[in-house]
């Protein structure tokens, strides 16, 4: 069974541009979730997706970041414009259901100079 | 709001000591409690998944159990091995899951 999977796995911007990850869940996975992992914390939410639909978006700052998982399948997170405490690693799960046991896919490492 | 401790943040063992990881939650209302292990530079690993209506689950030589009405988990390691280096974060599960922030786990040869 093919993981997560994520892209592009290292990623380097300049403060005010934007930039895009994107994330393919593991077949059959109806639950997609975005973390955002600052060095030394623990991974925190930033948007849950139920198939195409958001279920819990309320710790991602909508005014620059946003998210789409059309089709109910693949997934992509934007930054637009990033700034230097966006550096950060982004990880995407998935699971078969909203509770269930989450995969992770290798992350995308972004630093904003 | 749920809230997630683990103590101690670091932890440094010689190889074949058996260790204990311990996670705090604040809201013991949770679907389960999942264990996971971070490599440098590298994504989760899932270890174990207690659901909430079990008290432990095994898988080789770690062992996990949870106390809901303490609101406690505690993963435990046997006979530990350098290659069991890593970071070590546990997640309370509900309708969306809350990380703590991980022990740092050296095991020295």
């Known amino acids: 069974e093919a993981g997560v999977a994520q892209s592009p796995r290292y990623k380097i911007i300049e403060k005010r541009q934007s930039v895009a990850f994107w994330c393919n869940p593991i077949?059959?996975?109806?639950?997609l979730y975005w973390y955002q992992q600052i060095l030394g914390q623990g991974p925190k939410l930033l948007i849950q997706f139920q198939n195409n639909g958001v279920v819990d978006d309320s710790q991602l700052p909508k005014d620059r970041f946003s998210a789409e998982r059309l089709k109910g399948v693949d997934s992509t997170l934007k930054i637009q414009p990033a700034k230097l405490e966006d550096s950060a690693v982004y990880l995407c799960?998935?699971?078969?259901?909203?509770?269930?046991?989450?995969?992770f896919g290798p992350g995308t490492r972004l630093t904003v100079t | 709001k749920q809230e997630v401790t683990q103590i101690p943040a670091a932890l440094s063992v010689p190889e074949g000591e058996n260790l204990v990881l311990n996670c705090s939650f604040t809201?013991?209302?949770?679907?389960?409690l999942q264990w996971f292990r971070q490599d440098p530079g590298k994504g989760l690993t899932s270890l174990l998944l207690i659901q909430s209506s079990q008290r432990e689950q095994t898988s080789g030589r770690l062992n996990a159990s949870l106390d809901k009405s303490s609101g406690r988990s505690t993963l435990y390691i046997a006979a530990s091995q350098p290659g069991d280096s890593a970071t070590y974060l546990c997640a309370s599960g509900g309708q969306n899951f809350v990380f703590g922030p991980g022990t740092r786990l050296s095991v020295l040869p």
């Open positions: 809201d013991s209302a949770i679907y389960n």
């Open positions: 077949s059959g996975h109806a639950t």
């Open positions: 799960a998935s699971s078969t259901n909203t509770g269930r046991e989450q995969y």
